[in-house]
């Protein structure tokens, strides 16, 4: 079975058992996320339902999410971390109230039934473990009564908080101890319930039970093709072809570490297609090219998902992944710009990710502006440390010794290699050292401490004068505006009739300009009414929360007049209103584009300057916030 096809039994089956499935969520989390860089987990689209499962129609979902986690990037290439992974899971929500949630038993019972049914796993192999009580919270008796029930399983195997309780760590998250399933000692599935939630440092019971179950494709593609590695599957075996093409190196290598007494450093052969020894490298050949399989994986899922490379949090994690990949292809001999080989390879293997198709072009794009953008910094980094440069006198008078001059220049250009070109410090010296360029690191990163605080000193001052201006950009104006926008058709509907639609729409950062379908004029007494209806939602300081879902579904709760085509399969939907505050229900709900204020607070006062007609059965009004 192709991993393509265990990705879809595993959906068919769950879907078998009454559940929806949804695509993965993006790779960027949600911004009402600020708690993680990228999505970590299948359940982190869904976190919000565990806590308030009426805001999701289906008890049951099931999906196959796109993962990056980047703890390990450094064990990336060993047999078992990958930067990039498939989670697959299924989960319920709001049991035992909601229609059709389930908890322990349904999901213990369908992980057997999937691994040792669908998938033929024989029963022998496999095994569980479950939480044993531990830090305050009480042993998980349901499970293991449930587990004891099942016939043929190998073993139960009580753990601790550490391996059998999941968090997300975060207060006010959902949380619970875990049922793992082993198929020949390795860990392939991680079933969570999610019974508590974290509150004040402390697990409290909660009202909503919810399932979260996560196994790794990958890790299941090795078991089901009865590889010893995430890497031997298929999964990468076309992009280390590939990678064997562009180097001209076979990924199977004779280790042959050369003798340590004789003075030589232990390494390994390179041998060359026919067979001949190349030349020596310190690291194997395919650890290599594992990691350039790997970090070409994420990096194009990450491209593709809306980042580009930069020096700061996501942008900087993937300009990492992909000038590390870069690296080691240069190592391995591969002179050209290759990444965009690579990545063709890639985005054929994961056609059933459909963004990678319709977004190849900037990836291409982005990555091959990133090698050259890297290759130059190299280059600089050389040719500018072999520079003399002139001695200054010193600001008491003395004058500086030649090693003094040597560090704070290197020093300097470390800090401009870094700020302009994103070579990090530990980069930099590791290519002045391959280049025997002689240098004292304690200095150097000494200078180069003294630059960043000088920096960080001068934009913390230009940003606080900004704010002492009171200035706003117009980002954050238009912004607010779009948010007015969804409170104006709101209200529109709520004062005029439920079955008005946008038939345009264009914001400025000063105005927004807003076209309905509507019979005739609007008098002054219905303007007024919805201009303090708006007023009245943003005085409720209603947060404005945004959702990613699939377009269909997303249609259903939202309704639209225009065509849909235009818009990706999956959507984001804001929703104004929380279902906690005064008004007792969601105001306003939009599929749109965003960007969007966080909470209505922010707006200010609403005011309509115009009401004209626009077309036949068409109105318009234009709006300012003050
Ligand atoms: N959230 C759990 C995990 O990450 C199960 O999906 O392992």
Known sequence: MTANELRSKFLDFFKSKGHTIIPSASLIPKETDPSVLFTTAGMQQFKQYYLNPDETRDARITTSQKCIRTIDIDEVGDDTHLTFFEMLGNFSFGYPDKENSYFKKETIKYGWEFLTETFGIDKSRIYATYFKGENGVSEDKESLDILKEIDGLKEIKPQGFTDNFWSLGTENSPGGPTVEFYVDGIELWNCVFNEYILKNGKYEHSDNKGVDTGMGLERLAMIMEG????????????????IEELSGKIYEQDEMETKKDSGHKAGYAVRDIDGRTVGMLDEKIPKLMRIIADHLKAATFIISDGVMPSNVQRGYVLRKLIRRAIRYGKILGIENNFTKQIVKVIIEIYKEYKELENNKEKIFEELEKEEIKYKNAIAKALKNANLVFARRPKENGSFWTADEVKADNLGRLAFQLYQQDGLPLEETF???????????????????????KKHQDLSRTASAGMFKGGLTDAGEETAKLHTATHLLLAALREILSVEIYQKGSNITAERLRFDFNYPQKLTPEQIKKVEDLVNEKIKENLPV??????????LKISKVSFDPSKYGDIVKVYKIGDPSTSSGQVFSIEVCGGPHAKSTVELGK???IKEEASSAGVRRIKAILT
Request: proline share 2%; hydrophobic share 40%.
């Open 545 to 554: 929360e945004m959702t990613e879902m699939p377009k269909d579904e997303a």
């Open 606 to 608: 609403f005011k309509i």
């Open 430 to 452: 590791e290519f002045w050292k391959s280049n025997n360029i002689d240098f004292d690191e304690e200095e150097i990163a000494n200078v180069f401490k003294k630059e960043l």
């Open 227 to 242: 590889k010893n590695n995430v890497y031997e599957t298929e999964l990468f075996q076309l992009i280390f072809s590939k």
